[in-house]
């Protein structure tokens, strides 16, 4: 399967964003997604994932109540809407998939990734 994220900008903080997750050559409802993110300097950092049908999400406390994971298995797309912003918010987004039927939290259990889509948070 291979992905692409989408949806990156440069907002203000409190503001919106929501990302993209487009996937081709697979039928997203086979993978559960999540989504991670790196800093300039840090590493790392999973942030969200959803399960296959959709039923079960999973937040990092750090954006737990402000950001929302969904998904259209029948447009092959999952989406990361992003509430109140905040400049420690700003990082390289990517979405990435897994066959498996558990959440899984570490990025060396999904197998495929997409490009990345950077997200700047001005305070």
Do not use: H
């Amino acid at each position: 399967v291979q992905l692409q994220a989408s949806g990156g900008g440069l907002v203000q903080a409190g503001d919106s964003l929501r990302l993209s997750c487009a996937a081709s050559g697979a039928t997203l409802s086979n993978y559960a997604v999540g989504w991670f993110r790196q800093a300039p300097g840090k590493e790392r950092e999973w942030v969200t994932v959803i399960s296959r049908s959709g039923g079960a999400t999973s937040y990092s406390d750090s954006v737990k109540g402000r950001f929302t994971i969904s998904r259209d298995n029948a447009k092959n797309l999952v989406y990361l809407q992003m509430n109140s912003l905040k400049p420690e918010d700003t990082a390289v987004y990517y979405c990435a998939a897994d066959s498996r039927p558990y959440l899984r939290f570490k990025g060396e259990d999904y197998s495929y990734w997409g490009q990345g889509t950077q997200v700047t948070v001005s305070s």
